[in-house]
């Protein structure tokens, strides 16, 4: 079972951009479908993007499409989130997370669904 660590978040200004990291740990990352997701305070979390096992299919959520990019390097064990066009709404803790999956070409957009979870990494937007 892998561990999933993030790392890159930070405060930025409205406009600007963040990349996000995900490092697992084991050797077999690419066994794993993986997705982000975000939390606001007094917010539900919410499912931001998702990546399938071999980067072939990704998915983004209605709120971060056209802005947020998921990718993946297998060989390096972790997943990215590039963030740009930041707004003051993306500002909430940002989670990576695992699951193990057959299907090499399915993406995973529902939570329930992942088995690991990291720790989360804080993304505040200021204006």
Same mark, same amino acid.
């Given at each position: 079972? %892998?561990?999933?660590? /993030?790392?890159?978040?930070?405060? %930025?200004?409205? &406009?600007?951009?963040?990349?996000?990291?995900? $490092?697992?740990? &084991?050797?077999?990352?690419?066994?794993?479908?993986? &997705?982000?997701?975000?939390?606001?305070? &007094?917010? =539900?979390? /919410?499912? +931001? $993007?998702?990546?399938?096992?071999?980067?072939?299919?990704?998915?983004?959520?209605?709120? +971060?499409?056209?802005?947020?990019?998921?990718?993946?390097?297998?060989?390096?064990?972790?997943?990215?989130?590039?963030?740009?066009?930041?707004?003051? !709404?993306?500002?909430? %803790?940002?989670?990576?997370? $695992?699951?193990? =999956?057959?299907?090499?070409?399915? %993406?995973?957009?529902?939570?329930? !669904?992942?088995?690991?979870?990291?720790?989360?990494?804080? +993304?505040? +937007?200021?204006?």
């Amino acid at each position: 079972q %892998v561990q999933l660590v /993030e790392s890159g978040g930070g405060l %930025v200004q409205a &406009g600007g951009s963040l990349r996000l990291s995900c $490092a697992a740990s &084991g050797r077999t990352f690419s066994s794993y479908a993986m &997705g982000w997701f975000r939390q606001a305070p &007094g917010k =539900e979390r /919410e499912f +931001v $993007a998702a990546i399938s096992r071999t980067f072939a299919n990704t998915a983004s959520g209605d709120s +971060v499409k056209g802005r947020f990019t998921i990718s993946r390097n297998n060989a390096k064990n972790t997943v990215y989130l590039q963030m740009n066009s930041l707004k003051l !709404e993306d500002t909430a %803790v940002y989670y990576c997370a $695992a699951k193990p =999956e057959l299907n090499s070409g399915r %993406v995973v957009t529902d939570g329930y !669904e992942y088995d690991i979870w990291g720790q989360g990494t804080h +993304v505040t +937007v200021s204006s």
